[in-house]
Structure formats: C-alpha cells, structure tokens
C-alpha cells in the first residue's frame, strides 16, 4: 500500500544528499528509473553493472533504486551491507512468473540438465539454478558451456529463445515474460520505420521475435545506450522501457530518440510499472529510516551466492564487448 508522506517544504534532492553523506550511502540506479533517480544516482547501469558495484563498493548502505531482485542481488553478494528499496512492491513480472516450486519440480524432472537462469528472479530461484545469465553476459557465458551441455533457461522466454536462435543452441525454455516487452506492437513499429526509414531499431532481448526480427541490435541496456553513443545516424528507434531514453538525450543532445510504440500507437504502454514505483520521496525516506530493508535467511543467500558468483566469475571477460548485438538471427 501507498505510505502517506507528507514531505512538503523539503528539498528532496538536498535532503537525500545530506542523508547519503551521514550514512556512507551509494545510491544505484537502473536505467529504467524515473530521470531525477538517475540524475542523482551515484551509479546507473544495466543488470549486470549494478550488481559489479553491488560487489565491490565499500559504502555502508546500498540505496536500490530498481527492482526487488536487483536489491536482492545486492544483498546476496554484499551481506553486511543495509540494502534499502524505496518500494519493497517492486518486483518484476518474469520472477512472478517462476514460482520457485514449480521450478524446483521442473528441475527435478531434467536432471541431466543444468539450470543457467537469468537474474530476474527471486533469490530462492537463484539458488535453485547453476548459473546466473544478464542480458549482457548470457551470450558469453553461454559459449563457456560445453556443446553437448543440456540447459534449462529459464524465466524468459524471449530472451532464452534469442540466445537459442542467435548460438544454435538447444535450450529447454521456461515459458516466463516481461509483460514490458511484450506490449510493443510490430504494425505499429513496421509504421514507425515507414514513417523513419534510415532510422536504426535497438532492441532489448525481452522482446518477442516478431520484434527482434525488425532490430539492427539486439543487446541489455548498456549495450543499447552503447550502440546509440556509436551510431553515424541522427535517430534511433528505441526498444525497450522508455526511461533509457534520458541517459541517450544527455549523453548525445542533437540526436533523437524514439520509444517503440505499443498497440496504441505510443510508448507509454511500455513504462514498466514496477521500476515506476520508486519515487524520490520514498528514496528519501529509504535512507531516512534504513526502510524497507533487503533481508535474506542466510542458507538461502549463500544457495543464490553460488551461481551469481558463477556469473560474475563467467562474464569477466565480457566487460565492454560481450553484449548481444549487432546481429539480426532472422528476417535479414
Ligand atoms: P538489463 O540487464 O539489460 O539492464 O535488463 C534488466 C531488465 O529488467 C530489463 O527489463
Ligand atoms: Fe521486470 Fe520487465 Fe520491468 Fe524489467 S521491464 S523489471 S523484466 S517487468
């Protein structure tokens, strides 16, 4: 439920800098979030960076500014660290979408597969699987496998069907989805390109193949802002959470950007609405109150630890160059 916060008067932004000096905070930002949590991040980045800085920063407290299991993830990999959520309702529909029973029965169905599942999922989920993938580094930790390894890839099935079309590989896919990149609309894409013919798509893998298929580059969130700064051209079609939009427009003022459309013609159908509860005031009181706070049982997080650590180890070589794209894997 909503808190009430009657926080009028204050000068939020003064008040979350005070409060993240008196308390040796980080504040880490995805790119999804709302603009001024990015602007005043001490860190914004895709999955994979996030949970780099997670690992390695000496701060006292982490102040999430993302989804439950990214904070989660800080947890995991920092545990005496406070790691705060401004809105512990943030979740993520690809974790909603995979219960940790019915993917232990899963599991235990395959056994001769292992499980490489990517970070949108809950801890108990992570610790049922071997290997932890992000968008950036599934590609690369996937040509580590032996070719005759079989895999479970769960709980996106774009993504996992991406990679599958993408390496050649034969992965058993766990029906999940991003409710996010699943609204975009291919008539009304195919209408924006008609309406911007030079202009490049970027997708994120959550989207559906009817999507990808469409995409100059496929890749996580850095890779996409990565493939804008490099562009020669001067618009780029924008598939994915529309909020990504901000770090393009500081980082290249005279170019322009447009979010993929939903079936309703706009891109607002694709602000995802759990990134979207996190606000500054709740920010503010995050760090005022060290609320809601990330908790984990510590047999559980030392389970999740072991394939995050996998992950990290896995994708070091991956800094920078082991994105996805460029590539389309069909409809050239
Ligand atoms: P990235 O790892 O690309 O930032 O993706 C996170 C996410 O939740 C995309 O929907
Ligand atoms: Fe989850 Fe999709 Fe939101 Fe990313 S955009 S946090 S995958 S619901």
Redesign the pocket.
């Known amino acids: 439920m909503e808190q009430p916060l009657n926080l009028s008067g204050l000068d939020l932004r003064a008040e979350i800098d005070r409060l993240r000096r008196e308390r040796n905070a980080v504040v880490l930002a995805h790119y ?1 979030q709302k603009p001024e949590l990015q602007d005043l991040a001490d860190f914004v980045g895709d999955s994979l960076d996030l949970s780099r800085k997670a690992a390695e920063t000496d701060a006292d407290v982490i102040a999430f500014c993302g ?1 439950r299991f990214m904070a989660e993830t800080a947890k995991i990999l920092s545990p005496n660290k406070t790691v705060v959520l401004p809105d512990m309702d943030a979740g ?4 909603d979408s995979c219960p940790p029973e019915q993917f232990a029965a899963f599991r235990a169905a395959h056994p001769d597969h292992i499980a490489l599942t990517y970070i ?1 999922c809950s801890a108990e989920v992570k610790g049922l699987s071997d290997i932890i993938v992000t968008s950036s580094s599934a590609e690369t930790i996937l040509a580590k496998l032996p070719a005759d390894q079989k895999i479970i890839f769960g709980p ?1 099935r774009n993504l996992g069907g991406y990679l599958a079309r993408k390496t050649g590989r034969d992965l058993l896919l766990w029906p999940g989805v ?4 699943e609204a975009f609309s291919e008539t009304e894409l195919l209408k924006l390109r008609a309406q911007h013919p030079t202009a490049p798509i970027a997708a994120h893998p ?1 989207c559906p193949a009817v999507i990808l298929d469409h995409a100059d580059y496929v890749g996580s969130t850095r890779g996409i802002l990565d493939y804008a700064k490099a562009m020669s051209g001067d618009t780029l079609i924008v598939a994915t ?1 529309p909020h990504i939009i901000h770090q393009m427009e500081k980082a290249l003022p005279g170019k322009h950007f447009i979010g993929a459309p939903g079936a309703d013609g706009n891109c607002n159908c694709n602000i ?1 609405p ?2 979207a509860l996190n606000t500054m005031e709740k920010l503010y009181v995050a760090l005022r109150d060290l609320k809601p706070q990330i908790e984990i049982e510590e047999g559980l997080r030392l389970r999740a630890k072991k394939s995050l650590d996998a992950m990290l180890s896995m994708a070091s070589s991956s800094v920078g160059q082991g994105d996805l794209g460029p590539a389309r894997v069909t409809g050239d």
Do not use: K, R
């Open positions: 999804y989804v993520c529909s690809l974790e949108n996106d991003c409710i996010v990149h959550e959470e995802c759990y990134m």
